[in-house]
């Protein structure tokens, strides 16, 4: 499973990489039109905000496989072992409790946005926010990962 997983995070890793690489060059790329030119062209906002939310959701997926998600408590610092193992299996419930919602909407909510389509460059609507169950996909896939990995009789070390 954990094979599984880190192919689709190497997928993942791409897309985050790629995101913010396009996003970046497009505000650069506005900036340099705005006040150099005085003539920003209106698609790079759009595809900037585009990159930043492919590109903000898979680095979240990739953080969640690597546990570098961001946290309230370290509980990781102060817990006994087992506590560690309880507060790892009850994130992973958390997210697939996140998740599933969002899975079993997606076809409407995939469906309202075909009917739309980008002011600027005039994507179909399904393409930018199809990155949310995408996301949730993945998300599912790490979450039973460290699901499985947690609960695993053979499973023994502590980090």
Do not use: K
Not at 64 to 87: C, H, I
Request: aromatic share 6%; net charge neutral; glycine share 6%.
């Amino acid at each position: 499973m954990i094979g599984v997983s880190r192919s689709i995070d190497r997928v993942a890793r791409w897309v985050a990489v790629t995101g913010m690489a396009v996003m970046v060059a497009c505000l650069l790329f506005q900036v340099v039109t705005r006040y150099g030119l005085s003539e920003p062209p209106t698609w790079t906002e759009e595809l900037a905000r585009l990159a930043m939310l492919w590109a903000g959701l898979a680095g979240a997926t990739t953080a969640l496989l690597a546990r570098r998600d961001p946290t309230l408590v370290r509980y990781d610092r102060f817990a006994s072992p087992a506590m560690r193992r309880l507060g790892r299996v009850l994130q992973s419930l958390a997210v697939l409790a996140f998740c599933a919602p969002v899975l079993l909407a997606s076809p409407a909510f995939l469906a309202v946005h075909a009917q739309r389509v980008t002011g600027a460059l005039g994507l179909p609507g399904e393409w930018v926010v199809a990155v949310i169950p995408i996301a949730c996909v993945v998300l599912t896939v790490h979450a039973v990962t460290h699901l499985v990995h947690e609960i695993a009789p053979e499973n023994d070390d502590d980090d």
